[in-house]
T-cell receptor
Framework: DAGVIQSPRHEVTEMGQEVTLRCKPI?????LFWYRQTMMRGLELLIY????????DSGMPEDRFSAKMPNASFSTLKIQPSEPRDSAVYFC?????????????FGPGTRLTVT | AQSVAQPEDQVNVAEGNPLTVKCTYS??????LFWYVQYPNRGLQFLLK??????LVKGSYGFEAEFNKSQTSFHLKKPSALVSDSALYFC???????????FGDGTTLTVKP
């Protein structure tokens, strides 16, 4: 299994630009999570989906952030417009929700720098 | 509501000595408990979990953790630390009816030769 795949691995953009981060979860996993990690705030859950449906987006910082999961094998996190304070590492993770297999498998992350 | 506390930001041990990374939790009902490790510039990696059954669970790389219901703790342990164990460790909890896990702030483990 290839694990959780994220792209791009690095993104450098200017303030005001739109940024789209992509994630392919592990096949057969029905939950998908988007996290943000910074030195100041640590690991933050932004949003999670169950069976492609957004369940909890209370961690999304503001309306500039949006996430979609059009099918079981693809999700996007979009920031429009981006700001320097959005600079962070963004992780996608997936898990099953049955059979006691609730552990999450994380992708390698996308390091976003907004200048 | 569910929460996790990792009381130590940093743990330092000498190579070959036993290590313990502490975790306490709060959750409604029975907990599912997890430990993850993060190496520099990498995503978090699952180490071990407690769902039910034996209070002592064994995981990857020789790590183990003991579930203590009365103390609401799930400390991570290893009998003999390696320099390569140096990393950031996260404890996480999930209630049986919760759809997501709550992560602690992480503990940086440094193993010195």
């Amino acid at each position: 299994d290839a694990g959780v795949i994220q792209s791009p691995r690095h993104e450098v953009t200017e303030m005001g630009q739109e940024v789209t981060l992509r994630c392919k979860p592990i096949s057969g996993h029905n939950s998908l999570f988007w996290y943000r990690q910074t030195m100041m705030r640590g690991l933050e859950l932004l949003i999670y989906f169950n069976n492609n449906v957004p369940i909890d987006d209370s961690g999304m910082p503001e309306d500039r952030f949006s996430a979609k999961m059009p099918n079981a094998s693809f999700s996007t996190l979009k920031i429009q417009p981006s700001e320097p304070r959005d600079s962070a590492v963004y992780f996608c993770a997936s898990s099953r929700t049955s059979g006691g297999a609730y552990e999450q498998y994380f992708g390698p992350g996308t390091r976003l720098t907004v200048t | 509501a569910q929460s996790v506390a990792q009381p130590e930001d940093q743990v330092n041990v000498a190579e070959g000595n036993p290590l313990t990374v502490k975790c306490t939790y709060s959750v409604s009902g029975n907990p599912y408990l997890f430990w993850y490790v993060q190496y520099p510039n990498r995503g978090l990696q699952f180490l071990l979990k407690y769902i039910t059954g034996d209070n002592l669970v064994k995981g990857s790389y020789g790590f183990e953790a003991e579930f203590n219901k009365s103390q609401t703790s799930f400390h991570l342990k290893k009998p003999s630390a390696l320099v390569s164990d140096s990393a950031l460790y996260f404890c996480a909890v999930r209630g049986t009816n919760a759809g997501k896990s709550t992560f602690g702030d992480g503990t940086t483990l440094t193993v010195k030769p």
